[in-house]
């Protein structure tokens, strides 16, 4: 049972208790989810995690396709929240770079051999024109 936000602070929000008790489950097992994948150990349940976010306005909440809560952020959150896509971006950035590097290398390796191949075959064929004029 919520004790802190009450479910009464987020009805208002949402509609009704059906909505609100929707809104929250679904972002619990959001965090729940993201827990497991970052192996996160924080014992905060996720509910009371959810709940509170819902309440603050920190996520967004649709309904019936159109949101009826957006997230409010201080100035100094947005700036933070800029900074990280920034890095995330440039992570995207290099990890692109470095897969690109990483098939230019297979390309180069892959044409070295073919050269290699050649010319072992132009030297069989000397070769063997070269056994063709001496029989001869």
Not at 61 to 81: D, L, M
Not at 88 to 115: F, G, H, N, S, Y
Not at 117 to 126: F, M, R, T
């Amino acid at each position: 049972m919520l004790s802190d936000p009450n479910i009464g602070k987020i009805i208002p929000k949402v509609g009704n208790r059906y909505e609100a008790a929707l809104a929250i489950a679904k972002r619990a097992r959001n965090i729940e989810n993201k827990r497991v994948i970052e192996g996160d150990s924080c014992i905060r349940d996720a509910v009371d995690i959810a709940s509170i976010e819902i309440s603050e306005n920190k996520v967004f909440v649709k309904k019936s396709g159109v949101y009826v809560i957006e997230p409010y952020f201080e100035a100094e959150e947005i700036e933070e929240i800029i900074e990280e896509v920034d890095e995330m971006t440039e992570l995207e950035e290099a990890i692109d770079e470095k897969e690109k590097m990483k098939q230019l290398k297979k390309k180069i390796k892959e044409e070295k051999k073919l050269r290699e191949e050649n010319k072992e075959k132009k030297e069989n064929d000397e070769i063997e024109e070269l056994e063709e004029i001496v029989k001869e």
